[in-house]
Structures are given as C-alpha cells and as structure tokens.
C-alpha cells in the first residue's frame, strides 16, 4: 500500500513517497502523548517489531528519546483501546499519510455461521490524506488488518 506512504509537499506542490515506513506509535507518558517512530519499519520481522516497539515505548515513557527520534513518520499506530474507549475519529499531522486507531477488545454476541457466539470484538479507524491515498485503496489496506486481526496467522507469512 505504497500510497499510505507519501505525503503532500504543499511548497513543491507534489506528492513525495517515502522509500520506508517511518512507523508513528502514539505513546501516553507522564508529559503528555508522544510520537516516537521507528525509522523503516517494513525491514523488521514481527517479532523484532514487537521488541523495538516495546523499547521504543518504554524509553518514550522515560523521557530518554532525542527529538529526532519523535518527528519524521509517515504512518502512526494508535491505540486508544487502553483508555477503555471503541472508536475515536484520528487526525493525522503532516507530513503522515495516515492513521490507524484501534480500540478496546471486548466480548460481543456475533453471528458466526448462523449462530449466536459470543466473540472478541475491537474497532479500527483509519484517516488518511485523500492528498496522496484514494479511497479504494485505503479501504482495501483496512480490509487487510482487518483480515490480519481476524486470522493471525496470516501474519506468519509476512516475516
């Protein structure tokens, strides 16, 4: 999903991609939210993903990040789920292309094959810059976290 990497430079009026993913992960700390980024994330397997992720949080919340490392990403993970909240409308801060916001995880009565069952339900909401990204395709990269989310192991092949 190449589009949700790019951003509008409004000076040179043109549409500039990115040659990484500079991952954005909103981070509450005592001194307010923060936006640490993982510069090219997309070269990182899951499970190195998941570790820099929690370093990278862990010295957020310490205050030990330099400036460099809270500017310059070009997509954010947010998950306000941990405030107890299902949805929220996120907002993108230039130069990203996008957001992706994720909510609690919460048991819900779900049809599955024509029967009720109770199952594990959360919420994602996704803003982009209609700028750089066409709906279809921001819809489509949705559909595959979605799908992601639902089947984990499709995970798996990605690393």
């Given amino acids: 999903f190449p589009q949700l990497n790019a951003h509008v430079d409004t000076a040179g009026q043109r549409i500039v991609q990115s040659r990484g993913v500079h991952l954005g992960?909103?981070?509450?700390?005592?001194?307010?939210?923060?936006?640490?980024?993982?510069?090219?994330?997309?070269?990182?397997?899951?499970?190195?993903?998941?570790?820099?992720?929690?370093?990278?949080?862990?010295?957020?919340?310490?205050?030990?990040?330099?400036?460099?490392?809270?500017?310059?990403?070009t997509f954010t993970l947010n998950n306000y789920g941990v405030f107890g909240v299902d949805g929220s409308t996120p907002i993108i801060n230039h130069p990203e292309a996008a957001l992706l916001g994720i909510g609690r995880i919460v048991d819900k009565p779900w049809v599955v094959d024509g029967s009720l069952a109770v199952r594990k339900v959360t919420q994602l909401s996704l803003t982009f810059d209609h700028r750089v990204c066409d709906g279809g395709v921001a819809g489509g990269f949705l559909r595959h976290v979605a799908d992601c989310v639902e089947q984990p192991a499709l995970l798996i092949a990605h690393t």
């Fill in 25 to 73: 992960i909103a981070t509450q700390t005592d001194r307010g939210l923060v936006v640490p980024v993982l510069r090219d994330a997309q070269r990182l397997t899951t499970a190195d993903l998941a570790a820099e992720l929690a370093a990278t949080t862990a010295a957020a919340r310490a205050g030990t990040l330099p400036p460099a490392r809270l500017t310059g990403g």
